[in-house]
Structures are given as C-alpha cells and as structure tokens.
C-alpha cells in the first residue's frame, strides 16, 4: 500500500521496485489501471501520472491501443541534474564537440543574417569585456556563442548548446572570481574576432580549428 505523499512519485517508486525485481520483465505489458490501482492502493488518475513519470525516465511506454509496456528496468537519469552535477571539464569537452563542429557547419552555412549577428553580438562582448560587471560579460559571452550554433542551422546542436548554458553561467561566473581567469576570458576578444573570420571567409577547416583552440585554452587554463 502507498501511504506517504506525494503519492504519484510514491506509485512510480513502487513500480520501479517491481519492475526491477522482475515482476514485469522488459517487453512485458503492465497491468491496466484499475487493477494496478488496486494494487498500489491509489486511485486510477495517480497511476496514470506514475506511468507517465516513469514513461519521461524511459522505463514505460504507452502504446495507443495496446496498453503500458515495460522497456527499461532502470530510470535515464535527468539531463538537466546530469548537468548540474557535471564537473566544469565535462562541460567544456561537450562544448568542444558541440561548437567545433557548429563553427565548421556554420563556415559552410551562414547567411548574411548569420554574419550580422555574429558581428553585433562580438562587438558586443568586446563592450561588455571592458566595462561590464560579471554576470552581464558573460550573457554577452554565451550571446555570441549562441549566434555561432544559429549560424550552423542544426536543431540539434543548437538544442544541445541550450541545454548546457545554466551549467556554462555558473562555471563562467566562479571562474572569473579568480584573477587569472578574469583577465584571460576578458582577454580573448581576438580569440572569438578569429572565429568569425574563418566564418565570414567560408572556411569550416579554419572555422573549427579556431574554436577547437579557444575552447581548448578555456578547458586547460582551468586550476587544479
């Protein structure tokens, strides 16, 4: 019996239980609601949200017409709490994959659109290098970034990006409490300048490079 609140999570612990205890094997159809209701001693709107709780972690999956069915006996963890947890090195070689590959699409790709933006956005992280606090240099910082995943017009790679800029804001703003990074990232206008020439000169060899390169320096200038 479930007793403790809130009771969907409650429910989908217990049906993770089961399942990781064999009761409902991979492949196999779960029990309907009301009988899976009964069970749990809950009612049948409570099942319906453990199911979808645990069909979002990739244990369950909904079949229109053919029921519930078990296709994994162990939660994918949380991407967001992935990230969160994620040392700041992690970050920086998923953002090596990531933008590498975005600055070379984006040599072979970028639009006159692309190229104002990647303009205004790096003329305006020079600004905010020179006379911004913290928190609004490195908006700019990620403002450019982003204008570099636009450029290479991939919903994936662009999907990605977003996904790590929270875990980016936080490991920037401790970095730059720390007087050597301060000055090395405030420091690097040319770095990102490079960037969009090899970009504007529709070259995806030298447009990879110079990134692979920035974010390199990034990732190793990291103490300890």
Do not use: C
């Amino acid at each position: 019996m479930i007793r403790r609140h809130p009771l969907a999570e409650q429910a989908a612990d217990e049906l993770l239980r089961r399942i990781g205890a064999g009761e409902w094997p991979v492949g196999q159809k779960l029990p309907g609601e009301t009988t899976l209701a009964a069970q749990l001693g809950v009612g049948r709107s409570t099942v319906r949200e453990a199911v979808r709780e645990l069909a979002g972690r990739r244990v369950l999956e909904s079949r229109q017409g053919a029921g519930v069915f078990v296709v994994g006996t162990q939660p994918v963890e949380d991407w967001d709490r992935v990230l969160r947890r994620a040392a700041i090195t992690d970050v920086l070689e998923g953002r090596l994959a990531i933008e590498t590959e975005a600055a070379r699409l984006a040599a072979a790709r970028r639009t006159a659109t692309d190229l104002r933006a990647l303009k205004r956005t790096l003329a305006e992280r020079s600004r905010a290098a020179a006379e911004s606090p913290d928190d609004e240099y490195v908006e700019a910082d990620l403002a450019f970034h982003r204008a570099v995943i636009t450029a290479a017009h991939n919903l994936v790679l662009a999907e990605l990006f977003d996904s790590f800029v929270p875990r980016i804001r936080r490991a920037m703003l401790d970095m730059l409490k720390l007087d050597a990074a301060h000055a090395r990232h405030r420091g690097d206008q040319a770095e990102h300048a490079a960037i969009v020439d090899a970009i504007r000169a529709q070259d995806p060899e030298l447009a990879a490079g110079r990134s692979r390169s920035h974010l390199a320096g990034v990732r190793d200038d990291l103490p300890g």
